[in-house]
């Protein structure tokens, strides 16, 4: 019996440990949560319906990246950009899909550009770059976040 309530004594002992220790706090928990975020990635990229049949995301990423340029080099090609600028061949565009599905687009220069007039190659790209199909925005954890890119658009194939 004796063995019994040593045993017992040492049980509610060890046990007593257990509520000792300290629990943390909320804010605690929180910081650590963020922490250990990569806010630098999506856990999915946006997509648009042709692509998300990909299972393989490198696949369906890669997709998705040509379908944009595709799309706008299209929209681009039957444009004035060409003539008003024979000499641009490329141009980058950095494309901003918003949580909400919206999708915002700025020509990139390089400082060298600025034999170009950028206020009207920016009016050319915001009048011709509209009506796309939806694209649905990056996730982040369950969320749809904002996310940025910088697409090179070939003007003319030679």
């Not at 681009?76 to 565009?93: A, F, K, R």
């Not at 009016?123 to 697409?151: C, E, M, Y």
Request: glycine share 0%; aromatic share 10%.
């Amino acid at each position: 019996m004796k063995q019994f309530s040593l045993f017992l004594v040492v049980i509610l002992f060890n046990s007593c440990q257990y509520f000792n220790k300290q629990v943390p706090s909320e804010k605690e928990l929180l910081q650590k949560e963020l922490k250990a975020i990569n806010w630098k990635e999506v856990d999915e990229l946006p997509s648009v319906a042709d692509c998300e049949k990909i299972e393989n995301k490198t696949q369906r990423e890669q997709c998705f990246f040509e379908y944009m340029t595709q799309l706008i080099q299209q929209k681009l090609s039957v444009d004035t950009l060409s003539i008003l600028y024979p000499e641009l061949d490329t141009i980058e565009v950095k494309v901003t899909i918003f949580p909400n599905a919206t999708m915002q687009f700025e020509p990139q220069f390089s400082k060298d550009s600025v034999a170009y007039n950028t206020i009207k190659i920016d009016s050319i790209l915001k009048a011709r770059l509209v009506d796309f199909p939806k694209v649905n925005p990056a996730i982040k954890r369950g969320i749809p976040v904002k996310t940025q890119f910088i697409l090179p658009v070939i003007l003319k194939a030679e």
